[in-house]
């Protein structure tokens, strides 16, 4: 599975930026999607994920009620909209995907197999 990630860039804190990941490579979709992110000298952290059904999506503590992952499955892609976005949001988004057919969704980077290339989040205060 080859992941792209798009959509990062510069906004306002306050501000909304929608991210997007696109699968290529299998006949089917991975069942389990996520997305993380890093800053430099931290350790990359668990932001979302999503199943395949796209049901009970799960989201960290610190974006929780202002991000929303999505998925079109015919598309093979997976969405994350950013909304009220603040300072502490700036990273580099990474899209990643669970191995099919494991279909629990995972909070750690060990639990994901394939990553996207990373797309960059500034957010300005």
């Known amino acids: 599975v080859q992941l792209q990630a798009s959509g990062g860039g510069l906004v306002q804190a306050g501000g909304s930026l929608r991210l997007s990941c696109a699968a290529s490579?299998?006949?089917?979709?991975?069942?389990?999607m996520g997305w993380f992110r890093q800053t430099p000298g931290k350790e990359r952290e668990f932001v979302s994920a999503?199943?395949?059904?796209?049901?009970?999506?799960v989201y960290a503590d610190s974006v929780k009620g202002r991000f929303t992952i999505s998925r079109d499955n015919a598309k093979k892609a997976v969405t994350l909209q950013m909304n009220s976005l603040k300072a502490e949001d700036t990273a580099v988004y990474y899209c990643?995907?669970?191995?099919?057919?494991?279909?629990?969704?995972?909070?750690?980077?060990?639990?994901?197999?394939?990553w996207g290339q990373g797309t960059l989040v500034t957010v300005s205060s």
């Open positions: 490579g299998r006949s089917s979709s991975p069942y389990v």
């Open positions: 990643a995907a669970r191995p099919p057919p494991i279909t629990t969704i995972a909070r750690t980077t060990r639990g994901y197999t394939y």
């Open positions: 999503i199943s395949w059904s796209g049901g009970s999506p």
